[in-house]
């Protein structure tokens, strides 16, 4: 309960040196990985004493995810726009997958290529497919 105490008090401040703003997050788990936190940095004043105005640096923090969101937005349409009507390639099935968001395991795809959703010149049904993937047990940790 103290850290916790403290990790609010830090929090409430106006600026915070990047080393204990970086630490604060951890202790918070946050889900702010390295990297996002040092591009945020880039992208956000700091001061001689190495401190950032925390409302800027979370702005920033927030302006980035959006514009990883929108990207991950772009390569769905692009695959989308793939399509050849409702139907994939068997082969495409699992970048075709990714580019959606869904990190499917390769045995999951293996199935549903063996199984009776795939047609006789190798097209998978796009809709069966999400289907398919939704009945089984493992898809939540897919997405």
């Not at 105490?5 to 604060?24: P, Y």
């Not at 969101?69 to 772009?74: F, G």
């Not at 549903?112 to 959703?117: A, C, G, K, R, T």
Request: proline share 1%.
């Amino acid at each position: 309960l103290p850290d916790a105490i403290e990790n609010l008090h830090n929090l409430s401040k106006g600026k915070m040196n990047i080393s204990h703003l970086w630490t604060t997050l951890s202790n918070l788990n946050s889900n702010l990985k390295k990297n996002e936190f040092l591009a945020a940095l880039k992208l956000t004043t700091v001061d001689e004493d190495d401190e950032v105005q925390i409302e800027e640096f979370g702005q920033v923090v927030k302006d980035i995810r959006d514009a990883s969101r929108l990207k991950e937005l772009q390569d769905i349409v692009l695959a989308l726009d793939g399509l050849e009507g409702d139907m994939i390639s068997g082969k495409n099935l699992e970048s075709f997958l990714g580019n959606i968001g869904i990190k499917s395991p390769e045995e999951e795809v293996e199935k549903i290529l063996q199984s009776d959703l795939v047609s006789d010149d190798n097209m998978v049904n796009v809709k069966d497919c999400m289907k398919a993937l939704k009945d089984t047990q493992k898809f939540s940790t897919f997405v």
